[in-house]
């Protein structure tokens, strides 16, 4: 699998589409937050097609720039944005608990992610057609499962059928990425989510009430 900067700007490009369809089908102020997760996601792969393009140039203040706000929309904005936009949504209060204290999670994530952001920030190169990036994560194992479960979790957890297909194909794309792109794995697997964010349309077009894990 090769990405490239083109491949992340025609991303960006259909999220961006498929974001402007979905804002269309709102129809109630709650489901906003969810509505924004492809356009987030659109000025997330964006801002790596541009950082491809300083990484082949060599633009070294570019690449700075670019790969630490890469960084922030990776591990400060999606911690607590994903949890946050499905408690929004959520109908049902014991499911909607449940995502709240994922939620608080995802906030102490985002924080940790920042402070390490401050103290030393992401470099990156290009290894096997994919960015690496590269920053120390003390206890590693612990911060990404918090991750998988802020940034998956909630989807499953969701009273929504369609949104199980977003958390299940993140999931399979944290798999592929962990195990098969391991050097890669936060650009890969971020590549995986931003598709996934797609299938939330489906969420807009068919509500159908049909949770996937029993709560209660």
């Excluded at 209060?93 to 920030?121: E, N, Q, V």
Aim: include cysteine; glycine fraction near 6%; charged fraction near 10%.
């Amino acid at each position: 699998m090769c990405f490239s900067a083109e491949a992340s700007f025609i991303v960006g490009g259909s999220l961006l589409v498929i974001g402007g369809v979905i804002i269309t089908k709102v129809k109630e102020k709650k489901d906003y937050p969810v509505a924004l997760i492809p356009f987030i996601f659109a000025a997330q792969q964006t801002t790596e097609g541009f950082l491809w393009i300083a990484l082949l140039q060599n633009n070294l203040a570019m690449q700075f720039w670019l790969s630490n706000l890469y960084a922030i929309f990776v591990g400060v904005i999606w911690p607590p944005y994903v949890p946050l936009a499905l408690y929004f949504a959520e109908t049902e209060i014991l499911r909607k608990k449940i995502i709240g204290l994922i939620g608080i999670a995802g906030f102490a994530l985002a924080a940790y992610t920042a402070f390490s952001l401050i103290h030393k920030p992401v470099t990156v190169e290009i290894i096997d057609h994919n960015i690496y990036y590269d920053h120390d994560i003390h206890a590693y194992p612990i911060v990404i499962l918090l991750y998988l479960l802020a940034t998956c979790m909630p989807f499953l957890i969701s009273s929504f059928r369609n949104l199980h297909l977003t958390g299940f194909v993140i999931f399979i794309g944290f798999c592929v990425a962990f195990f098969v792109y391991t050097a890669t794995f936060v650009s890969v697997w971020c590549f995986f989510a931003a598709v996934a964010s797609a299938l939330i349309l489906f969420y807009f077009t068919k509500r159908t009430l049909k949770p996937l894990i029993p709560v209660g």
